[in-house]
C-alpha cells in the first residue's frame, strides 16, 4: 500500500501532461524526429541495464540463502549422527542460532552493517569450526571431515556474499543520472506530444507515470533484505527452525 501512495506518481507525470498542455495551448508544436527517439531509446536502454542488475543481485541473495539452509541441514545431520547425547543439545542450540542471526544482520536499516554485529557473526563460524574438530576426536574419518569443512566454508562465503549484496548497490551516480535523465527527456519530447492534441497530453502523462514507477521498483528491489513486498521474506526461519528441531525427538 505505501507503494501505492508514492506521491511522486501523481506530481511527476502531472507536470510532464501540464508541460505538453501548455505547448499545445501556446501552438509550440514540432516534431524530434529521430534524434529524441535515439537519444531516449539510448537512455532508457541504460536504465534497463541498471534495473537488471539491481534485480540479479536480487535472485543471487535467494541463492545464497539457499545454500546456507543446505549446508546448516548438512551439519545437522553429520552432528547428529557423531556426536554424543551429553554435547548434541548445546550444538544444535548453537546451530539453531544462525538463521535469526542472519536475519538481524540483513535486516539493519542502514547499508554499512555494524562491526558488532559482524563479530557476533565471526564468533558463530568460530564455535562452528570448533564443533567440527570435535567430530574428529568422536569417529569421524578425514576424507568426511574435509566435507564438513567444505560445508563450513561455503556458510562463510554465503554469508560474506550476502553482507556485500547487502552494502554494495547499482552506482548511486549511474541511477541518479538515469532517473533525471528520463524525466528531462520526457518533458523536452512536450512539444512532440502536444503534436497529438489532447491524446499527446495523455500520452505524457502514461509515460512518464510508467517511468516512475519503474524506477521506484529499482529502489526498492536495490535492497532484497528490506521490508517491500518483494524482498526477502523470513517467514523460512520458522520453518526451518521447526526442522532443527523436530531432528532432536
Same mark, same amino acid.
Given at each position: 500500500?505505501? *507503494?501505492?501512495? +508514492? ?23 514540432? =516534431?524530434?524526429?529521430?534524434?529524441? +527517439? ?14 537488471? !542488475?539491481?534485480?540479479?543481485? %536480487? ?11 543446505? +549446508? &546448516?541441514?548438512?551439519?545437522?545431520? &553429520? ?18 542460532? *544462525? ?23 565471526? %564468533? ?12 574428529? @576426536? ?21 554469508? =560474506? ?23 528531462? !527527456? ?12 489532447? *491524446? ?17 521498483? @529499482?529502489?526498492?528491489? =536495490? ?9 526477502? %521474506? *523470513? ?7 521447526? %526442522? ?6
Amino acid at each position: 500500500m505505501k *507503494f501505492l501512495l +508514492n506521491s511522486k506518481f501523481l506530481y511527476i507525470p502531472t507536470i510532464s501532461a501540464f508541460t505538453t498542455w501548455c505547448c499545445l495551448a501556446y501552438d509550440f508544436v514540432f =516534431e524530434m524526429g529521430i534524434a529524441g +527517439n535515439v537519444a531516449f531509446g539510448g537512455i532508457f536502454f541504460t536504465f534497463a541495464i541498471t534495473i537488471g !542488475t539491481a534485480n540479479r543481485r %536480487r535472485f543471487e541473495a535467494f541463492d545464497e540463502i539457499s545454500e546456507l539452509k543446505s +549446508n &546448516v541441514m548438512s551439519l545437522a545431520d &553429520v552432528y547428529q549422527r557423531i556426536l554424543p547425547d551429553r554435547i548434541l543439545p548445546v550444538v544444535m542450540d548453537d546451530l539453531r542460532t *544462525f538463521f535469526p542471526m542472519l536475519q538481524s544482520v540483513l535486516s539493519e536499516q542502514k547499508s554499512t552493517i555494524k562491526l558488532e554485529t559482524l563479530l557476533i557473526t565471526d %564468533r558463530f563460524f568460530q564455535n562452528q569450526l570448533q564443533t567440527i574438530f570435535t567430530l574428529k @576426536q568422536h569417529g569421524l574419518k578425514d576424507p568426511e571431515l574435509a566435507c564438513v569443512m567444505q560445508w563450513h566454508q561455503r556458510m562463510r562465503m554465503s554469508m =560474506e556474499r550476502l553482507i556485500s549484496i547487502k552494502e554494495h548497490t547499482t552506482p548511486v551516480t549511474l541511477r541518479r543520472f538515469v532517473y533525471y535523465a528520463l524525466l528531462v !527527456t520526457v518533458i523536452i519530447m512536450s512539444p512532440e506530444f502536444a503534436d497529438m492534441e489532447w *491524446f499527446g497530453v495523455i500520452t505524457a502523462f502514461l509515460l512518464t507515470f510508467m517511468v516512475v514507477v519503474l524506477v521506484t521498483i @529499482q529502489e526498492m528491489i =536495490e535492497d532484497p533484505f528490506g521490508k517491500a513486498m518483494d524482498d526477502v %521474506r *523470513f517467514e523460512f526461519i520458522g520453518r526451518i527452525q521447526e %526442522r532443527l528441531i523436530r531432528r532432536d525427538e
